[in-house]
């Protein structure tokens, strides 16, 4: 067949070009987005109650529904955080769950347990998933606000009438037509306004009147009343009457009429209607102004360039079309994937040049490297095709299967053109020599191609996502290396023939006829004569290796993800006080006037805030976040030391903190947990008593000051205890006394008012009051009378836990801690003495420690099926059970080799660095099966054991060096930083270098001297 095709260059040119022209195809329709779109095995369930406090919801609410969802399939863990207002169940499952079942589950139990939740909303059920991480976030602000009206009330008229109109505009408008376009998903919003129409009735004049408050309400919802349609017939017709009475409007309710004994009034006489912005419970800033701000998720099949386009045409005509509005787009997710593919490619083109420049150099002609540079993109073009049939992505994870398939694909094209030229140059005719040197090389080839593909193949067996996630890198790597093997075997041989078929023999290029590679030749002779006379050398350095990988597993710091450069980041804030609204707004443009110094842009998330999808995490009005974006890492560095400091001496009572600004591989990655989480479970009440926590946790500190335990938070309330006996004395009940607190607060809602997709709130109130009034001067009314609240009630202050969490064993409090060491066992054995010591409570211990150690552990045994696999295919090719073990003892000193280096280069034992040290395991043995092969061929072709050893080494020591340096020189320019695509990359390239480097000279050396001193004793024995 292979005749054929040679003598067919025409078909086979024209097979390559449609196989071209299909992959550009594919390439243009393959969507690209920064990870796969996997399932993230999390549900999350919201619970909002606006009038319960965090231990009332974790006690009514969160129980009953812990102890329902409990019972979900494939749950793993539950937890829950309850906080005034709202509460939060994470459930995580078992990965490979199917979630969209799971979600109706989850949804079916919180269906039965509504019957016991009747005063609160039904709970929000969300699904995670890997696209509703927001691809970019899109900040609108007025360009120039109108200040507010120097009489008007603060309180009630937070913003101005201009922003309560961009509001609206960006609800029922901005929104709405991001949502329309193709590769848009949804669009989720914060920092809106609603308007509400607030009523103050005049106390005076209701109490003339003889009006009591409560009846003056009825009296407005009575207005309010759409009744049946009436059917009507008349003759052979019939007809429906409909009766309507409702308001739809602030003028409709002040002219609703109240018939006062015979006295025909209206609500706009005895009452102030005011339309305003409703009350707040957070804000958004976008340096320094008022915003709202859009998060924008894109489809889970949409292109992420497509979509930056679209977004980024529509946005540019919004700002033609409204020049007031300023449009800031912020945390770009496509402008991360673009600098990663451009960075990417611009490191593959370089890996070639830097092969081929090689090649050059050592075949000593220029036709050589065109055929390199012919199978590279011919092989990735073919790649994509199959990645398009195979429904993969563009992502960063495939992206960097391509990287370690460029590095290997050149190998087999070095391989075949060394080997058709060394019997071209040995005498055989050209056609001779292209057919019998591709066979002879295309089964060593496939076997090498077969067990790089083989240690791939466990990365699946990781548990959790990262399993889900490296199935794409595995996928990968097995197309590009298989295409590339494809392309070799085939249209290599074509090509060297039609451009070779006009020299009667090989001759080199003039410019480096006199580069030759026989001196390196003699040397490697030399060497490799010395190491057999000195064999305890090889043992000594195989003995070493050994123990010293054992010590670097061991020894070297271990985590998920490898450092990663950031040039942004996410502060989280607790105040660790009760503080309004307004003063955390106060507060927070503080922080924003220390960090403008080095910030080219801030948002600000003050208060709660109204995602949907929560992605700016629980946060009471008490707490804010700020995004905060420079122009490079050192600037972060100085303005996360500048913040700190100040609120260090301004606040020193606040809880803060530093975190990643959100990008996908630290939602699915990066561990959020501390090193150590201590879990404490209170033994004898069901509760955690505040005193008792803060006692321990207060020890626990003591006893391990470089933990980093920070203080319990805890929140002071203000509590109103209501007299039983004068109560019953007045007749007053405890709905009384909440009707009257609700319309001092203005949270006694009568109606909503339905405005197309809106709804306009109608609250009875009594316009703004503070807290010493709330008491002393509102009064429940009675049969006429008046009971002051101050008469019934007594104020007091209490202090309760700001967060109360909870989990399968009931509820607990996490005290984290942070470590630094090999075996945090001592500092547990520390903290479970303190806490037996104290005996109110038991501990158990969880983390990032935990979780690191146990990834470690997976992909160890990866490592250990990937040799067996190794071990078998192997096995299988060379017809023996003992040239498999002498080709993978090499594996033992690469290893280390490659540790020892990340060592010295201060990268730790994580992810990234893991599947380097599998790469590895299946490419530096490559080098050893072509030599043992041909040491084989030699010896049936009766050559003596040790001449064959030689001569092997002299035949395959060009396409070894040659196929060892391609691979190397292709992986150095991942070795840059400063990007998380280049960050992620390092640990990865700088492993497969210095195991590359290692496993050369393991193959050229120690592997013959391994093969003959077990061949050597064979052959006296026998």
Same mark, same amino acid.
């Not at 292209?434 to 066979?439: I, L, P």
């Given at each position: 067949?292979?005749?054929?095709?040679?003598?067919?260059?025409?078909?086979?040119?024209?097979?390559?070009?449609?196989?071209?022209?299909?992959?550009?195809?594919?390439?243009?329709?393959?969507?690209?987005?920064?990870?796969?779109?996997?399932?993230?095995?999390?549900?999350?369930?919201?619970?909002?109650?606006?009038?319960?406090?965090?231990?009332?919801?974790?006690?009514?609410?969160?129980?009953?529904?812990?102890?329902?969802?409990?019972?979900?399939?494939?749950?793993?863990?539950?937890?829950?955080?309850?906080?005034?207002?709202?509460?939060?169940?994470?459930?995580?499952?078992?990965?490979?769950?199917?979630?969209?079942?799971?979600?109706?589950?989850?949804?079916?139990?919180?269906?039965?347990?509504?019957?016991?939740?009747?005063?609160?909303?039904?709970?929000?059920?969300?699904?995670?998933?890997?696209?509703?991480?927001?691809?970019?976030?899109?900040?609108?602000?007025?360009?120039?606000?109108?200040?507010?009206?120097?009489?008007?009330?603060?309180?009630?008229?937070?913003?101005?009438?201009?922003?309560?109109?961009?509001?609206?505009?960006?609800?029922?408008?901005?929104?709405?037509?991001?949502?329309?376009?193709?590769?848009?998903?949804?669009?989720?919003?914060?920092?809106?306004?609603?308007?509400?129409?607030?009523?103050?009735?005049?106390?005076?004049?209701?109490?003339?009147?003889?009006?009591?408050?409560?009846?003056?309400?009825?009296?407005?919802?009575?207005?309010?009343?759409?009744?049946?349609?009436?059917?009507?017939?008349?003759?052979?017709?019939?007809?429906?009457?409909?009766?309507?009475?409702?308001?739809?409007?602030?003028?409709?309710?002040?002219?609703?009429?109240?018939?006062?004994?015979?006295?025909?009034?209206?609500?706009?006489?005895?009452?102030?209607?005011?339309?305003?912005?409703?009350?707040?419970?957070?804000?958004?800033?976008?340096?320094?102004?008022?915003?709202?701000?859009?998060?924008?998720?894109?489809?889970?099949?949409?292109?992420?360039?497509?979509?930056?386009?679209?977004?980024?045409?529509?946005?540019?005509?919004?700002?033609?079309?409204?020049?007031?509005?300023?449009?800031?787009?912020?945390?770009?997710?496509?402008?991360?994937?673009?600098?990663?593919?451009?960075?990417?490619?611009?490191?593959?083109?370089?890996?070639?040049?830097?092969?081929?420049?090689?090649?050059?150099?050592?075949?000593?002609?220029?036709?050589?490297?065109?055929?390199?540079?012919?199978?590279?993109?011919?092989?990735?073009?073919?790649?994509?095709?199959?990645?398009?049939?195979?429904?993969?992505?563009?992502?960063?994870?495939?992206?960097?299967?391509?990287?370690?398939?460029?590095?290997?694909?050149?190998?087999?094209?070095?391989?075949?053109?060394?080997?058709?030229?060394?019997?071209?140059?040995?005498?055989?005719?050209?056609?001779?020599?292209?057919?019998?040197?591709?066979?002879?090389?295309?089964?060593?080839?496939?076997?090498?191609?077969?067990?790089?593909?083989?240690?791939?193949?466990?990365?699946?067996?990781?548990?959790?996502?990262?399993?889900?996630?490296?199935?794409?890198?595995?996928?990968?790597?097995?197309?590009?290396?298989?295409?590339?093997?494809?392309?070799?075997?085939?249209?290599?041989?074509?090509?060297?023939?039609?451009?070779?078929?006009?020299?009667?023999?090989?001759?080199?290029?003039?410019?480096?006829?006199?580069?030759?590679?026989?001196?390196?030749?003699?040397?490697?002779?030399?060497?490799?004569?010395?190491?057999?006379?000195?064999?305890?050398?090889?043992?000594?350095?195989?003995?070493?290796?050994?123990?010293?990988?054992?010590?670097?597993?061991?020894?070297?710091?271990?985590?998920?993800?490898?450092?990663?450069?950031?040039?942004?980041?996410?502060?989280?804030?607790?105040?660790?006080?009760?503080?309004?609204?307004?003063?955390?707004?106060?507060?927070?443009?503080?922080?924003?006037?220390?960090?403008?110094?080095?910030?080219?842009? &801030? !948002? /600000? =998330? %003050? $208060?709660?805030?109204?995602?949907?999808?929560?992605?700016? @995490?629980? +946060?009471? #009005?008490?707490?804010?976040?700020?995004?905060?974006?420079?122009?490079?890492?050192?600037?972060?560095?100085?303005?996360?030391?500048?913040?700190?400091?100040?609120?260090?001496?301004?606040?020193?009572?606040?809880?803060?903190?530093?975190?990643?600004?959100?990008?996908?591989?630290?939602?699915?990655?990066?561990?959020?947990?501390?090193?150590?989480?201590?879990?404490?479970?209170?033994?004898?009440?069901?509760?955690?008593?505040?005193?008792? &926590? !803060? /006692? =321990? %946790? $207060?020890?626990?500190?003591?006893?391990?000051?470089?933990? @980093?335990? +920070?203080? #319990?938070?805890?929140?002071?309330?203000?509590?109103?205890?209501?007299?039983?006996?004068?109560?019953?004395?007045?007749?007053?009940?405890?709905?009384?006394?909440?009707?009257?607190?609700?319309?001092?607060?203005?949270?006694?809602?009568?109606?909503?008012?339905?405005?197309?997709?809106?709804?306009?709130?109608?609250?009875?109130?009594?316009?703004?009051?503070?807290?010493?009034?709330?008491?002393?001067?509102?009064?429940?009314?009675?049969?006429?009378?008046?009971?002051?609240?101050?008469?019934?009630?007594?104020?007091?202050?209490?202090?309760?836990?700001?967060?109360?969490?909870?989990?399968?064993?009931?509820?607990?409090?996490?005290?984290?801690?942070?470590?630094?060491?090999?075996?945090?066992?001592?500092?547990?054995?520390?903290?479970?003495?303190?806490?037996?010591?104290?005996?109110?409570?038991?501990?158990?211990?969880?983390?990032?420690?935990?979780?690191?150690?146990?990834?470690?552990?997976?992909?160890?045994?990866?490592?250990?099926?990937?040799?067996?696999?190794?071990?078998?295919?192997?096995?299988?090719?060379?017809?023996?059970?003992?040239?498999?073990?002498?080709?993978?003892?090499?594996?033992?000193?690469?290893?280390?080799?490659?540790?020892?280096?990340?060592?010295?280069?201060?990268?730790?034992?994580?992810?990234?660095?893991?599947?380097?040290?599998?790469?590895?395991?299946?490419?530096?043995?490559?080098?050893?099966?072509?030599?043992?092969?041909?040491?084989?061929?030699?010896?049936?072709?009766?050559?003596?054991?040790?001449?064959?050893?030689?001569?092997?080494?002299?035949?395959?020591?060009?396409?070894?060096?040659?196929?060892?340096?391609?691979?190397?020189?292709?992986?150095?320019?991942?070795?840059?930083?400063?990007?998380?695509?280049?960050?992620?990359?390092?640990?990865?390239?700088?492993?497969?270098?210095?195991?590359?480097?290692?496993?050369?000279?393991?193959?050229?050396?120690?592997?013959?001297?391994?093969?003959?001193?077990?061949?050597?004793?064979?052959?006296?024995?026998?």
């Amino acid at each position: 067949m292979l005749k054929q095709m040679l003598d067919r260059p025409v078909t086979m040119t024209m097979i390559l070009l449609v196989v071209a022209v299909l992959g550009i195809v594919s390439i243009r329709r393959l969507p690209v987005s920064l990870i796969p779109d996997v399932d993230i095995p999390y549900i999350t369930v919201q619970v909002t109650a606006p009038d319960l406090s965090a231990r009332e919801i974790d006690e009514t609410v969160s129980r009953p529904l812990r102890q329902q969802l409990i019972q979900t399939s494939f749950l793993e863990d539950i937890t829950s955080e309850s906080v005034d207002g709202s509460c939060t169940i994470r459930l995580s499952f078992s990965h490979g769950s199917d979630m969209d079942y799971l979600f109706i589950e989850v949804n079916e139990k919180i269906d039965r347990t509504m019957d016991r939740l009747k005063d609160i909303d039904r709970p929000k059920v969300f699904k995670s998933d890997a696209t509703d991480i927001p691809v970019f976030y899109i900040n609108m602000t007025l360009k120039e606000d109108l200040p507010l009206h120097e009489n008007a009330d603060r309180d009630l008229f937070p913003v101005s009438d201009r922003f309560s109109d961009m509001s609206r505009f960006a609800e029922e408008v901005v929104s709405k037509r991001l949502e329309q376009l193709e590769e848009v998903a949804m669009v989720d919003l914060s920092g809106y306004v609603d308007p509400e129409i607030l009523i103050i009735p005049d106390e005076k004049a209701l109490r003339s009147l003889g009006i009591p408050e409560d009846s003056f309400a009825s009296l407005i919802e009575e207005a309010n009343i759409r009744l049946g349609s009436l059917s009507i017939r008349d003759g052979e017709y019939r007809y429906n009457v409909k009766f309507q009475s409702f308001a739809s409007d602030k003028k409709d309710i002040e002219d609703i009429y109240i018939n006062v004994s015979g006295r025909l009034l209206q609500v706009k006489d005895i009452a102030q209607v005011i339309e305003h912005p409703a009350k707040r419970s957070g804000l958004v800033r976008s340096d320094g102004k008022d915003a709202v701000t859009m998060a924008v998720i894109k489809q889970s099949d949409a292109r992420m360039a497509d979509m930056r386009k679209s977004v980024g045409n529509l946005v540019s005509r919004f700002s033609r079309d409204y020049p007031q509005v300023e449009f800031t787009v912020t945390r770009d997710q496509t402008e991360l994937l673009k600098y990663s593919i451009d960075n990417l490619a611009s490191n593959i083109i370089a890996g070639i040049i830097l092969a081929c420049l090689i090649i050059f150099l050592f075949m000593r002609d220029f036709k050589s490297p065109a055929l390199v540079a012919l199978t590279i993109p011919s092989a990735l073009i073919f790649s994509m095709l199959i990645f398009y049939a195979a429904g993969l992505t563009i992502n960063i994870i495939s992206l960097s299967g391509l990287i370690i398939g460029v590095g290997m694909m050149v190998d087999n094209t070095i391989i075949l053109t060394d080997n058709i030229t060394a019997r071209w140059f040995r005498g055989e005719n050209l056609k001779q020599a292209v057919v019998r040197g591709t066979r002879e090389v295309t089964g060593a080839m496939f076997s090498s191609v077969l067990t790089t593909c083989a240690v791939f193949i466990p990365l699946v067996f990781l548990s959790g996502t990262a399993g889900a996630l490296f199935h794409d890198q595995a996928l990968a790597v097995t197309i590009v290396l298989m295409t590339s093997y494809i392309v070799t075997v085939t249209i290599i041989p074509v090509y060297y023939w039609c451009w070779y078929r006009r020299q009667p023999a090989f001759r080199p290029s003039a410019l480096l006829e006199k580069f030759s590679f026989d001196r390196a030749e003699k040397w490697y002779e030399d060497g490799l004569k010395w190491l057999f006379r000195h064999r305890w050398v090889g043992w000594t350095v195989f003995s070493l290796s050994a123990a010293g990988s054992a010590a670097c597993l061991v020894w070297m710091p271990k985590e998920k993800l490898p450092e990663i450069t950031y040039t942004d980041t996410v502060l989280k804030v607790d105040w660790n006080s009760q503080i309004s609204l307004a003063e955390n707004e106060r507060r927070t443009g503080e922080i924003e006037d220390a960090a403008r110094k080095y910030a080219d842009h &801030i !948002t /600000s =998330l %003050v $208060g709660t805030q109204q995602f949907v999808l929560g992605h700016s @995490g629980e +946060q009471a #009005v008490s707490g804010t976040s700020l995004y905060m974006k420079c122009s490079d890492a050192g600037s972060l560095g100085n303005l996360k030391k500048d913040i700190s400091s100040f609120l260090d001496k301004a606040y020193p009572s606040s809880l803060y903190g530093f975190e990643n600004s959100g990008n996908i591989f630290d939602v699915v990655f990066a561990s959020r947990e501390a090193d150590i989480v201590a879990r404490l479970r209170p033994l004898a009440a069901p509760e955690i008593e505040p005193e008792q &926590i !803060t /006692s =321990l %946790v $207060g020890k626990l500190a003591a006893a391990f000051p470089d933990a @980093g335990i +920070q203080e #319990v938070p805890l929140k002071k309330d203000l509590v109103y205890v209501a007299d039983p006996e004068k109560m019953a004395l007045y007749g007053v009940t405890y709905q009384d006394i909440m009707t009257v607190l609700k319309n001092s607060i203005n949270e006694n809602g009568l109606f909503d008012i339905v405005q197309g997709s809106s709804t306009l709130p109608v609250v009875l109130g009594t316009g703004v009051m503070d807290i010493e009034s709330i008491v002393g001067k509102s009064s429940v009314k009675k049969d006429g009378y008046e009971i002051p609240l101050n008469a019934i009630t007594v104020q007091t202050y209490g202090s309760d836990l700001k967060y109360i969490v909870s989990g399968k064993e009931g509820s607990y409090y996490p005290v984290e801690m942070h470590y630094q060491g090999n075996n945090p066992s001592g500092l547990m054995d520390g903290v479970q003495s303190v806490v037996h010591d104290d005996g109110n409570f038991d501990v158990a211990f969880g983390g990032a420690w935990f979780s690191n150690r146990k990834m470690t552990g997976e992909m160890t045994v990866v490592l250990l099926i990937a040799l067996a696999l190794l071990y078998l295919i192997l096995a299988s090719q060379f017809e023996s059970l003992l040239q498999p073990l002498i080709i993978m003892s090499e594996i033992v000193i690469d290893i280390f080799g490659a540790l020892a280096v990340l060592w010295i280069s201060g990268v730790s034992v994580n992810l990234m660095s893991l599947i380097g040290l599998v790469v590895i395991c299946g490419i530096v043995i490559n080098d050893s099966i072509l030599k043992i092969d041909t040491i084989n061929k030699l010896r049936k072709a009766g050559k003596p054991l040790l001449r064959a050893i030689m001569e092997a080494g002299q035949r395959r020591l060009k396409a070894i060096v040659m196929t060892s340096l391609t691979t190397i020189l292709s992986v150095c320019p991942f070795l840059a930083r400063g990007s998380m695509g280049d960050d992620l990359q390092y640990p990865m390239s700088l492993v497969i270098i210095a195991g590359m480097i290692t496993g050369t000279v393991v193959s050229l050396f120690f592997v013959p001297a391994l093969y003959y001193e077990i061949y050597r004793r064979k052959e006296v024995s026998e």
